[in-house]
Nanobody, 123 residues
């Protein structure tokens, strides 16, 4: 049984930082690229970042230079370091796994999803 469990969300003031974690189990970690998505209230789910097994990364333009995705293969855990947070970053953040080589920005390409963690940035 595949599980992706996110943690690390919370309430932070604008300009602050948070680090999200996503612990994966039940899958062969090296066979997947791991993505982060977010969904704000009333909006569609959007791509945030993705990292491949070989540590190739890709980011949405809205978070480039502020967010960093990384992974600890020994722990099968992916991280999203979020700095200089803005109120517009408020959303539920999800991690997801895709078998697509090189990862993807399309949520339809992801086969496993976590339950999400809420990030709220106050102004």
């Amino acid at each position: 049984q595949v599980q992706l469990v996110e943690s690390g969300g919370g309430l932070v003031q604008a300009g602050g930082s948070l680090r999200l974690s996503c612990a994966a189990s039940g899958l062969t970690f090296r066979n997947y690229a791991m993505g982060w998505f977010r969904q704000a209230l009333g909006k569609e789910r959007e791509f945030v970042a993705v990292i491949t097994w070989s540590a190739v990364t890709n980011y949405a333009d809205s978070v480039k230079g502020r967010f960093t995705v990384s992974m600890d293969n020994s722990k099968a855990t992916v991280y999203l370091q979020m700095n200089s947070l803005e109120p517009e970053d408020t959303a539920v953040y999800y991690c997801a796994a895709t078998r697509k080589w090189g990862g993807s920005t399309d949520p339809q390409q992801y086969v496993y999803w976590g339950q999400g963690t809420q990030v709220t940035v106050s102004s």
